[in-house]
Every structure is written in C-alpha cells, then in structure tokens.
C-alpha cells in the first residue's frame, strides 16, 4: 500500500488502483529474490497507462484516480499515470 502513492497512504485499495491486465508504469524499488520484484507507483507519472474495461475497450483516463469506457461510459477507478 505504502508504494502505490506517496500522500494518503493508509487509505489505498488495491482493488481501485489496479486491475489484472492492467498496463502499469512503475519504478522497480528492488530486485528481490528470484520470482519477484518490489515495484512503486508512488509519483504522479506512474501508474496505469493502460487498462480494459470489462466490456473489452480500451480505456480513457478522466482524472487521475477513474477511466472511463469509451463505448459503455462506465467509470472505473485506477491510479492514472500522468504522462507528459
């Protein structure tokens, strides 16, 4: 929780942040051992960058925390990636 963002830490929800299939845009902190790395999305350029609504489009960022379908409208939560 404490690398997804760096201000309001003990309010993170994994499950509105991101999603499986989700393309993420992350700083690798460290290697870890052989299976894993630890990731941090903490600043504003890193997060989702791309993700798929459950009806299969392709999504678009409306704010830094929700996307929206573009076919569907639904709205759904992710920390959005600000990219320049």
């Given at each position: 929780?404490?690398?997804?963002?760096?201000?309001?830490?003990?309010?993170?929800?994994?499950?509105?942040?991101?999603?499986?299939?989700?393309?993420?845009?992350?700083?690798?902190?460290?290697?870890?051992?052989?299976?894993?790395?630890?990731?941090?999305?903490?600043?504003?350029?890193?997060?989702?960058?791309?993700?798929?609504?459950s009806a299969g489009h392709v999504m678009i960022p409306i704010s830094w925390q929700?996307?929206?379908?573009?076919?569907?409208?639904?709205?759904?939560?992710?920390?959005?990636?600000?990219?320049?």
């Amino acid at each position: 929780q404490r690398d997804v963002r760096a201000f309001d830490i003990d309010s993170v929800e994994i499950y509105k942040s991101f999603r499986p299939g989700d393309i993420v845009r992350a700083e690798v902190l460290s290697l870890g051992d052989a299976r894993s790395y630890y990731l941090s999305t903490a600043k504003n350029d890193l997060g989702v960058v791309l993700a798929t609504s459950s009806a299969g489009h392709v999504m678009i960022p409306i704010s830094w925390q929700q996307m929206q379908c573009p076919v569907t409208k639904v709205k759904e939560y992710r920390k959005v990636a600000k990219v320049q």
